[in-house]
Structures are given as C-alpha cells and as structure tokens.
C-alpha cells in the first residue's frame, strides 16, 4: 500500500468552505478512483490555513497515472483547486513500521 501526503494550503477565512469542498470531492470523486483505499485530513492547530491530507493507494501508478492523468483528477481539483494559496506540495510513502 502507497501512502499519499498531501501539504494544503489554502487562503485565511476559507476553512469551512475548504472542509466541505475537500469533504465532497473525496465522497464524490476521488472514492471512484481506481486503488482508493482510504483517506485522513488534518487542519493545523499552529496554522489554521494548512491541511494534511492522506490518500492511501493500492499502488503508486493509481494515485499517479490512473488519477492523476484520467478524467477524475480534473473534477477533483475543480472542486478543491480555487482554495489553494499556493500549489500542494505532494509525496508518496511506503510503510516501514507501525504500533499494533
């Protein structure tokens, strides 16, 4: 399994907006996604205008070719991509360890 982390920032006074807007693409379109396994997004306490958002994939060409260059990718940042203050910074992980 491929963690993706996902470094949003998005312009002061737009967190309710933001929070539903990121809420409805994941309900609406990236659960479509082929290897879409799950999802977390945290708001900073420190920065209230940054977010983490973790997508969990099957593997990594299903977050990076099969989303990001298909049809879904342009619905997702249709609905999220006005918020941004600046682009998200992204990264992919693989697990090394975990409590149990």
């Not at 900073?44 to 099969?66: A, C, K, M």
């Amino acid at each position: 399994m491929i963690l993706e982390i996902a470094e949003i920032r998005i312009a002061p006074g737009q967190q309710a907006a933001f929070e539903e807007a990121i809420q409805r693409a994941i309900t609406t379109v990236a659960v479509r996604a082929k290897g879409m396994r799950g999802y977390k997004v945290n708001k900073g306490i420190e920065s209230p205008e940054r977010y983490v958002l973790q997508i969990f994939w099957d593997t990594l060409e299903n977050h990076t070719v099969d989303f990001r260059q298909g049809p879904l990718f342009a619905e997702w940042r249709a609905i999220i991509g006005p918020f941004f203050a600046s682009p998200p910074v992204v990264e992919h992980f693989t697990l090394v360890t975990k409590s149990d």
